[in-house]
């Protein structure tokens, strides 16, 4: 919602005090919709006319351009063809490089054949001098002006490449079409000719390109050569093949010997280690196991052991004989002491020699062996070293030769390159040109084309006139319906009447055909407008309520009446006041007299009972009064107020016609006396830039504006509203229209109609939901109006 400004509580002049209305700030006016159906819907004669005369219109012009200035292509195909040879890159044209170069050559090429020299040559040539109509514009003194001519062919002949293609087209256009073929083939004579001059050049300077190329390589390949020869010999690549055999094996004995050796050498070392650990140990030397076992055999050892195993036996011998204290037991034990001792000292001086001996041997074979090791290293290095060198000669000589063996290839190719060269030259295609079609009499012309130009002129046709009717309804500012409306910011449409030509009752006079036709259109229409204007004043608790046309001729006259009639019809007392003083005509219509009335009120000349006289149709009227009391100022005096209030005391609702607000002020000088006002304007008639000036006039008065009621509303005008009113006054009158199939589409509509007010900015702007035809009819509501009226017939 638009902010507003706070209300202030404001008081006419004798009357009781009511809120002003709050003043919205500016708004953007609303930018101008389009609606393609209903755009559709209204002008679509002009759509088919349109398309039927854009069809009729390019019948005739081809017919007319076909007789009187036709056009005929003479063609010629040209297929170009790969290059020869690419020297500097020593690469045949193809792949990206070689497209490259094809397109240069046809960009290039195409430019040629339509140069200025080559179409000088073409129009002096023998056939176009002798065989062309065309040509005899350009004679002057008997002889052809040779530039003239070859500007205008340079305007009419046009050379193309085709798209993804390696073809080029060459066209020439003209009037005749037996100039257009030789026009064409002159062209393509010259430009060959042309290109078989060049290209004879151009195969010349490659030939020599290529020699001097294949030269280089057979002198790099001599060189190779030579070199090859000064390092291996004879021999070559044989005899280093021989000595990288003998280093490989050399080197696969030595390596096997060299672990062993070094393992061998290991377990020595770690073995002496041992045995120093063991000589130096704390408690004395430590004698290894397998020394101790080698002194157990040696002989003296085991002489000793047999003594002593004798003298045991003596001694047991004695002991079982003799006793313990014998001599001889005695003797004998002293032997076995003796000989222990030897044997212990025996066993340690043998276990200390052996030990040392050990030692000693161990680094003797560790000494040795270090001697191996490192001997074996050195031929195992060497063997490498040797292997090494054998490696990277036999890598040289591979390279060599390799270098070789390209240069041979590269003076081999060169050689068939130039012998390919040689043979193209003595081809029809060495000017990398082919003809794949010549010129010929052309058997259509190529201009007017019947499938091109009517439909272009159709369109053309179609689309100026929907251009036209769309720039006519985008300027379009005279109010037609509701939605032209609802563009103007802080607007609400109140109901809308339709034209009386419109209501299929045909009710006979438009002011009282609420009266007249009860069931008609209008008269629902004038009862939809009731209820929300009531709806309105209700909730403002407004009694007072200002008709104001916009124009004359408006209907607000006529649409006051008819609400007057209405409002009495549902029970509501109601006061009539006629107010347009200039052109009264209440009096006429609801058949009372003139006088007194207003006039006579205001001046105090008769108080407002006497002045209000009632009429036969149910409602009060106030008259304007007499001719010669009509004082248009009095309308914004005390009195007028006084009136007003009184008869707010008196009435359910008192309704005010006016002048017309663009022809009087006494409108907006009223409105400051009223509690509401609503603007009555005529469809067709009237502008929206109109109706939002008055709109802003009304919202410096203290009075609240309701909205504005759309009178004499069209069919034709929104292209919807026609079948609606015809549906509703069906529905009204029992002409069974709305049938059980058709109900719940009626339901579905409005749904889908009070969706819509409920998404909008202000609840207001929705009109009553009971059938209400006056809101904005939506595309889907037509198409199903269509589908019933279908199904009816």
Known sequence: MTPTTPTTTQKPAGGRSRPAPARPTQQAPTAVTIDPRKIFCQYWPWFIGSGVVGLVLGVVLYFALLKLYPLYDGKVWFEFLSAIDEVDNAQTSVGKGGDEEIERFMGTQIEVMTSDAILRQAVASRPVRQDTKWLKQFMVGGRPD?????????EIANAANLPDTNIVQLRVRTTDKNDAATLVNAIKLVFLEHLRDSNQIDSQEVLERLNRRLNTAMEGRRRMEERMERLFGEAGIESLDERYSVSVNEIDQLLPSLVSTQYNLQLLRERFEEYKEFKAADGGPIVPEDIKLAVEQDSTVLD?????????????????????????VKQIERNLRVTKQQLDAQQERLQNEKFDQSMELLRSQIRQLDAVERETTQSLEEARDSLTNINRMRQQHLTLEEDAKRLA?????????????QARNELSTASRVRILADGEIPSEPAFPQPHVLIPIVFLLTVFSVVSVIVLREALEQRVRGPSDITMIPRTRVLGLIPNVSEDPSRPEAIETAVRDRPTGVIAECVRQMRSEIFRKLGRGGHKILLIIGGMPESGATSTIINFALSCAACDRKVLLIDANLRRPRLHDVLEVPET????????????????????????DVLPAGATDSRTYERLTTSAMANLLNEAREKYDIVLLDVAPAVVSSDAIMLAGHCDATVLVVRAMAEKRGLVARMRNQIDETNTEFLGVIINGVRGAAGGYFRRNFRATHDYLNNNGVFSEEREPRRKKRKGRRGDLFEDSEDADAAPQRNGDISALSTDADDVEDQDYEKSND
Do not use: W
């Open 596 to 619: 007194p009335g207003l006039s006579e009120a205001i001046s105090g000349s008769m108080t407002l009972d006497d002045a209000i006289a009632t009429s036969s149709m149910g409602v």
């Open 146 to 154: 040779v530039i003239e001519a070859s500007i205008e062919l340079s």
């Open 409 to 421: 290839d590269e003076a081999q190719e060169l050689s068939n390159r130039i012998a390919e060269v």
């Open 304 to 328: 000793l052991k047999n003594q002593l195993n004798s003298l045991e036996l003596a001694k047991r011998s004695a002991l079982e004989s003799l006793g313990v204290n014998h001599r001889s």
